[in-house]
C-alpha cells in the first residue's frame, strides 16, 4: 500500500518503514422515538468527519540522523487542507485531510528507530475521491453524453459506482438557442428536479454542479427553481427536458375599463378564435383586484372535537379550558405538611360535631394542574354520611391570615366516613377537573363533613399547633369561617406530571367549500413555557389522500385542509396552544369552452390563477394549460371566482368599450344557473398561446467522480 502526504510519500521514503493505516467512517443518525413505541424511527443519517490514524516507524542511522529525520517528517506531515493519497488493489483514493496530532515515540534503549502515531480528520468532504494514480488528478467518470437534441426531452440510465453517495456534474450546451424557454432536470429514482428559466443564446454553456452546489450560466451565477437532483448509488433514471417559449396567437391592447366580478356578475367571458390548429399551452387575461380584499378563515378553539383527529392526536385536546398541550402522566406534590411533624392525636379537629363542618389549609400553587389531596383522618364513634373535599379561593394577601371564599373545585368521589377506622390515616381525595393551579397564587384546601356526625359520633383531622409550614389554618363554625396562623392541618396536594410522549395534536379535514384555493396564512396562539411548537399543514382534493406535511400552508392549494401541532416541553411545563387560524380564498377559475349558440358551452380545459398573484393595478395573469384547438372555431374562455362572491372580494377583467377584436364576444352572467349575456361592442383582454415545436441543438455531458466512505 503506497501512502503519500501532499509530495511526501510514506510507503517509498527511506525514513519511514511498517507503515500502517487505520480508518473510522462514523454515520450519524437522527432517530425519533415515537410515543407508546418501541425503539425509534429512523429520519435521516449524515457522515460525520472522517478520522485516520498512519502509524509506523521513523529511522535513522544515527541519533542526530534519527533527530533530523523527525523534524522532515513532522514538517511533511503536520498539514492542513492537504492530500492523503492511498492507492488501492483497485484504483487510488484521495482524502482532503486536517492533522490534529503527531505521536513519536523515543525509547531510551533506541537511538536508531522511533514509533509514530499520525492522526487525520477529513471533514469536507469526509468522504474519498477517486484519482488516475496516487499523487495524480482527480479521475472524473464520464457517464452519459448526448449531441444534437432537437427534443423536448432526452433521457439517461446512469449507473453509479463508490461507496458514498456520488455528485455529478451536468453540462449543457446550448448549440443553437431557437425557441429554448426552461430546461428541467429530474431525477426520477429520487424525485427531486430543477428547472432553469432564463434567456438562452447560442453557445451559451450551461453547469450544474451537484457536488458545489452552484448552478451556472457562462460562468455567472443563475436562479432555478426546486431543488440539487440527488443521486443514488447504482441506478438512477434521468430526464433532461426542454421547453419553448409560446407565442401569443391573439394578444389586445391594454385596456383601463373594468368589469367586475362582485355579488351582481358571477362569470365573465370572452370568445376567441385561433390559427392554426395545434395544441395551445397558456393564456394570459388582464387583470387586477380591489385594494381591500377579505379572505376567508378557520378558527380552531379546541373548545369541541369536531375536528379532532383521535386516531392521530397524543396529546390533550381539552375542551374544558380550550387549549391543546400535553397529556398527563401521573402526579408529584405542590405544597404538603407532613404527619412526620405529628405524634399523637392530642391536636384533632371534630368535624360533625359543634358546629364544625368543614376544615381547610392555605398552600401555593406551583403551575401544575390539581390531581388530589391528602388529609390525615379517623373516626370517633359510629358516625354516618359522606365527606368531600374542596379547592377554594384564599381571601387574605400572601402572609396574612386567610379563610376560603368562592369555592373552585370539588372532589367528583366522596368518602363514606364509615369506612375510617380509628386510627389516623391519609385518605386520598380525587379531584377531576382540569384546574390550574397558578404559579405563586395562594389557595385553600380543605374537607367538608355535613351529615350523620354530632354527639359522640363524628370525623377527626389531625393538625399541628407548632407549624413549620408557610401557610395557615382554618375552620368554619356555625356558620363563619375562623383563619389562624397558630396550625396547620396535615395535608398533601398533588399536581399532574405532563407526559412528554403525548405531544401531537392533528385535525381532521376541514372542508373549504372552494375546488381551489389559495391559503395565505396559518398561525396559532401558544404560551410556549419554554417548550417548542411546531405548526404544519396538509391539503387535499378529496379528504382522503392528503399532501406531506409543510410548515409552508402558501405551497397548498386544494379543497381539504388539515393541521397538525407537534409540543416539546418538561412534565412541569407544556406549551398551551390556545387556538390555530387558517386563512385563504378561493381561485378564479378558468374555464376553455367549446361554443353552443353564441355562448359558452361544453368546458374543455379548467385552470386557476391564484388571488395572491393579482395584484391592485392591472397585470397579466398567466396561467399553462393543454388542449387541442382547430382553427377557425368559435370558443370561449370564461372566468369566475371559487370563493364567496362579496364586494371585498371582487376583481377585474380588463376590456375595451369598442369591438376592437372583430372575432370574437364578451359575454356576463349574474347567476351560476342564469343564461349569458353578450356584448358585441366590448372584447376582453387575453392572449392565448401556442405550444410550439422546438427549434434548439443542445449538447449534453454528464460526468462524476467516485466518492468512497
Given at each position: 500500500?503506497?501512502?503519500?502526504?501532499n509530495?511526501f510519500?510514506?510507503?517509498?521514503?527511506?525514513?519511514?518503514?511498517?507503515?500502517?493505516?487505520?480508518?473510522?467512517?462514523?454515520?450519524?443518525l437522527n432517530?425519533?422515538?415515537?410515543?407508546?413505541?418501541?425503539?425509534?424511527?429512523?429520519?435521516?443519517?449524515?457522515?460525520?468527519?472522517?478520522?485516520?490514524?498512519i502509524?509506523?516507524?521513523?529511522?535513522?542511522?544515527?541519533?542526530?540522523?534519527?533527530?533530523?529525520n523527525?523534524?522532515t517528517?513532522?514538517?511533511?506531515?503536520?498539514?492542513?487542507?492537504g492530500?492523503?493519497?492511498?492507492?488501492?488493489?483497485?484504483?487510488?483514493?484521495?482524502?482532503?485531510?486536517?492533522?490534529?496530532?503527531?505521536?513519536v515515540?523515543?525509547?531510551?534503549?533506541?537511538?536508531?528507530?522511533a514509533?509514530?502515531?499520525l492522526?487525520?480528520?477529513?471533514s469536507d468532504?469526509?468522504?474519498?475521491?477517486?484519482?488516475?494514480?496516487?499523487?495524480?488528478?482527480?479521475?472524473?467518470?464520464?457517464?452519459?453524453?448526448?449531441?444534437m437534441?432537437?427534443?423536448?426531452?432526452?433521457?439517461?440510465?446512469?449507473?453509479?459506482?463508490?461507496?458514498?453517495?456520488?455528485?455529478?456534474?451536468l453540462?449543457?450546451?446550448i448549440?443553437a438557442?431557437?425557441?429554448?424557454?426552461?430546461?428541467?432536470?429530474k431525477?426520477?429514482?429520487?424525485n427531486?428536479?430543477m428547472?432553469?428559466?432564463?434567456?438562452?443564446?447560442?453557445?451559451d454553456?450551461?453547469?450544474i454542479?451537484?457536488?458545489?452546489?452552484i448552478?451556472?450560466k457562462?460562468?455567472?451565477?443563475?436562479?432555478y427553481?426546486?431543488?440539487?437532483?440527488?443521486?443514488?448509488?447504482?441506478?438512477?433514471?434521468?430526464?433532461?427536458?426542454?421547453?419553448?417559449?409560446?407565442?401569443?396567437?391573439?394578444e389586445?391592447?391594454?385596456?383601463?375599463?373594468?368589469a367586475?366580478?362582485?355579488?351582481?356578475?358571477?362569470?365573465?367571458?370572452?370568445?376567441?378564435?385561433?390559427?392554426?390548429?395545434?395544441?395551445?399551452s397558456?393564456?394570459?387575461?388582464l387583470?387586477?383586484?380591489?385594494?381591500?380584499?377579505?379572505y376567508?378563515?378557520?378558527?380552531?378553539?379546541f373548545s369541541?372535537?369536531t375536528?379532532?383527529?383521535?386516531a392521530?392526536?397524543?396529546?390533550?385536546?381539552?375542551?374544558?379550558?380550550?387549549?391543546?398541550?400535553?397529556?398527563?402522566?401521573?402526579?408529584?406534590?405542590?405544597d404538603?405538611?407532613s404527619?412526620s411533624?405529628?405524634?399523637?392525636?392530642?391536636y384533632?379537629?371534630?368535624?360533625?360535631?359543634g358546629?364544625?363542618?368543614?376544615?381547610?389549609?392555605?398552600?401555593?400553587?406551583?403551575?401544575?394542574?390539581?390531581?388530589?389531596a391528602?388529609f390525615y383522618?379517623?373516626?370517633?364513634?359510629?358516625?354516618?354520611?359522606?365527606m368531600?373535599?374542596?379547592?377554594?379561593?384564599h381571601?387574605g394577601?400572601?402572609?396574612?391570615?386567610?379563610?376560603?371564599?368562592?369555592?373552585?373545585?370539588?372532589?367528583s368521589n366522596?368518602?363514606?366516613?364509615?369506612?375510617l377506622?380509628t386510627?389516623?390515616?391519609?385518605i386520598?381525595?380525587?379531584?377531576?377537573?382540569?384546574?390550574?393551579?397558578?404559579?405563586?397564587?395562594?389557595?385553600?384546601?380543605?374537607?367538608?363533613y355535613?351529615?350523620?356526625?354530632?354527639?359522640?359520633?363524628?370525623?377527626?383531622?389531625g393538625?399541628?399547633?407548632?407549624p413549620?409550614?408557610?401557610?395557615?389554618g382554618a375552620?368554619?363554625?356555625?356558620?363563619?369561617?375562623?383563619?389562624?396562623?397558630?396550625?396547620?392541618?396535615?395535608?398533601?396536594?398533588?399536581?399532574?406530571?405532563?407526559?412528554?410522549?403525548?405531544?401531537?395534536?392533528?385535525?381532521l379535514?376541514f372542508d373549504?367549500?372552494?375546488?381551489?384555493?389559495?391559503?395565505v396564512?396559518?398561525?396559532q396562539?401558544?404560551?410556549?413555557?419554554?417548550?417548542?411548537?411546531?405548526?404544519?399543514?396538509?391539503?387535499?382534493a378529496?379528504?382522503s389522500?392528503?399532501?406531506?406535511?409543510?410548515?409552508?400552508?402558501?405551497?397548498l392549494?386544494?379543497?381539504?385542509?388539515?393541521?397538525?401541532?407537534?409540543?416539546?416541553?418538561?412534565?412541569?411545563?407544556?406549551?398551551?396552544?390556545?387556538?390555530?387560524?387558517i386563512?385563504?380564498?378561493?381561485?378564479?377559475?378558468?374555464n376553455i369552452?367549446?361554443?353552443?349558440?353564441?355562448?359558452?358551452?361544453?368546458?374543455?380545459?379548467?385552470?386557476?390563477i391564484?388571488?395572491?398573484?393579482?395584484?391592485?393595478s392591472?397585470?397579466?395573469?398567466?396561467?399553462?394549460?393543454s388542449?387541442?384547438?382547430?382553427?377557425?372555431?368559435?370558443?370561449?374562455?370564461?372566468?369566475?371566482?371559487?370563493?364567496?362572491?362579496?364586494?371585498a372580494?371582487?376583481?377585474?377583467?380588463?376590456?375595451?368599450?369598442?369591438?376592437?377584436?372583430?372575432s370574437g364576444l364578451?359575454?356576463?352572467?349574474?347567476?351560476?344557473?342564469?343564461?349569458?349575456?353578450?356584448?358585441?361592442?366590448?372584447?376582453?383582454?387575453?392572449?392565448?398561446?401556442?405550444?410550439?415545436?422546438?427549434?434548439?441543438?443542445?449538447?449534453?455531458?454528464?460526468e462524476?467522480?467516485?466518492?468512497?466512505?
Amino acid at each position: 500500500m503506497n501512502i503519500q502526504i501532499n509530495t511526501f510519500n510514506l510507503s517509498g521514503n527511506q525514513i519511514v518503514t511498517g507503515v500502517r493505516l487505520d480508518e473510522s467512517t462514523p454515520q450519524e443518525l437522527n432517530l425519533m422515538r415515537l410515543a407508546r413505541e418501541d425503539g425509534a424511527k429512523l429520519i435521516s443519517s449524515t457522515y460525520a468527519p472522517k478520522e485516520i490514524t498512519i502509524s509506523g516507524i521513523i529511522k535513522g542511522t544515527s541519533r542526530s540522523d534519527l533527530e533530523t529525520n523527525i523534524d522532515t517528517f513532522k514538517k511533511n506531515t503536520m498539514i492542513t487542507e492537504g492530500d492523503l493519497d492511498v492507492d488501492y488493489e483497485v484504483g487510488y483514493r484521495r482524502w482532503t485531510v486536517d492533522c490534529s496530532g503527531c505521536i513519536v515515540t523515543r525509547e531510551h534503549h533506541n537511538i536508531s528507530t522511533a514509533a509514530f502515531e499520525l492522526k487525520y480528520v477529513a471533514s469536507d468532504p469526509p468522504f474519498a475521491e477517486e484519482i488516475d494514480s496516487i499523487a495524480g488528478n482527480p479521475k472524473m467518470n464520464g457517464i452519459y453524453s448526448v449531441d444534437m437534441i432537437t427534443a423536448n426531452i432526452c433521457t439517461a440510465d446512469l449507473d453509479l459506482g463508490g461507496t458514498a453517495k456520488p455528485k455529478p456534474k451536468l453540462d449543457i450546451f446550448i448549440d443553437a438557442a431557437g425557441n429554448l424557454n426552461n430546461v428541467s432536470v429530474k431525477n426520477n429514482t429520487t424525485n427531486t428536479q430543477m428547472d432553469i428559466t432564463t434567456a438562452w443564446g447560442s453557445g451559451d454553456a450551461l453547469e450544474i454542479n451537484t457536488n458545489s452546489r452552484i448552478v451556472q450560466k457562462n460562468s455567472s451565477n443563475v436562479e432555478y427553481e426546486g431543488i440539487f437532483p440527488e443521486f443514488n448509488l447504482g441506478d438512477n433514471d434521468i430526464d433532461i427536458n426542454f421547453t419553448s417559449i409560446g407565442n401569443p396567437n391573439q394578444e389586445q391592447a391594454i385596456y383601463n375599463s373594468d368589469a367586475d366580478i362582485n355579488s351582481n356578475w358571477v362569470a365573465e367571458a370572452q370568445s376567441f378564435q385561433i390559427t392554426p390548429t395545434s395544441n395551445y399551452s397558456q393564456i394570459d387575461l388582464l387583470l387586477k383586484k380591489a385594494s381591500s380584499f377579505d379572505y376567508d378563515e378557520w378558527l380552531e378553539t379546541f373548545s369541541a372535537t369536531t375536528y379532532k383527529d383521535v386516531a392521530n392526536t397524543t396529546a390533550n385536546w381539552e375542551t374544558a379550558n380550550s387549549e391543546l398541550k400535553f397529556g398527563y402522566s401521573g402526579s408529584s406534590i405542590v405544597d404538603s405538611y407532613s404527619e412526620s411533624n405529628y405524634t399523637d392525636d392530642t391536636y384533632m379537629a371534630r368535624l360533625g360535631a359543634g358546629g364544625i363542618n368543614y376544615v381547610a389549609q392555605s398552600f401555593i400553587g406551583n403551575g401544575k394542574t390539581l390531581n388530589s389531596a391528602k388529609f390525615y383522618l379517623k373516626k370517633y364513634g359510629s358516625p354516618t354520611g359522606t365527606m368531600v373535599a374542596y379547592l377554594w379561593a384564599h381571601a387574605g394577601t400572601y402572609g396574612l391570615d386567610g379563610y376560603p371564599i368562592a369555592p373552585l373545585y370539588a372532589t367528583s368521589n366522596s368518602l363514606d366516613v364509615s369506612t375510617l377506622t380509628t386510627n389516623s390515616q391519609l385518605i386520598e381525595f380525587t379531584f377531576s377537573s382540569n384546574f390550574k393551579l397558578v404559579n405563586g397564587v395562594k389557595y385553600m384546601i380543605g374537607i367538608g363533613y355535613m351529615t350523620g356526625g354530632g354527639g359522640a359520633n363524628y370525623v377527626l383531622a389531625g393538625y399541628d399547633t407548632s407549624p413549620s409550614h408557610a401557610g395557615n389554618g382554618a375552620y368554619y363554625n356555625n356558620g363563619a369561617w375562623y383563619p389562624d396562623q397558630t396550625i396547620d392541618y396535615i395535608f398533601y396536594v398533588y399536581g399532574k406530571n405532563y407526559d412528554t410522549t403525548a405531544n401531537v395534536g392533528q385535525s381532521l379535514g376541514f372542508d373549504t367549500g372552494k375546488t381551489s384555493n389559495t391559503f395565505v396564512s396559518g398561525t396559532q396562539s401558544v404560551t410556549l413555557n419554554g417548550g417548542t411548537s411546531t405548526l404544519e399543514f396538509s391539503d387535499s382534493a378529496d379528504n382522503s389522500s392528503w399532501s406531506s406535511w409543510t410548515t409552508d400552508i402558501t405551497t397548498l392549494s386544494r379543497r381539504y385542509i388539515r393541521f397538525r401541532i407537534t409540543l416539546t416541553g418538561t412534565t412541569t411545563a407544556s406549551p398551551l396552544v390556545d387556538y390555530v387560524t387558517i386563512n385563504w380564498v378561493g381561485n378564479i377559475e378558468v374555464n376553455i369552452c367549446s361554443d353552443t349558440a353564441g355562448a359558452p358551452g361544453a368546458i374543455l380545459s379548467i385552470v386557476y390563477i391564484p388571488y395572491t398573484s393579482i395584484g391592485t393595478s392591472y397585470g397579466w395573469a398567466s396561467v399553462s394549460m393543454s388542449v387541442n384547438l382547430t382553427a377557425a372555431t368559435n370558443y370561449w374562455v370564461w372566468i369566475r371566482p371559487s370563493s364567496t362572491n362579496a364586494t371585498a372580494r371582487t376583481f377585474y377583467w380588463a376590456y375595451q368599450n369598442t369591438n376592437i377584436y372583430a372575432s370574437g364576444l364578451r359575454a356576463r352572467k349574474t347567476s351560476s344557473g342564469g343564461s349569458w349575456t353578450t356584448y358585441s361592442t366590448n372584447d376582453h383582454a387575453f392572449k392565448v398561446y401556442i405550444d410550439e415545436s422546438p427549434s434548439w441543438e443542445i449538447s449534453a455531458r454528464i460526468e462524476y467522480q467516485k466518492k468512497y466512505l
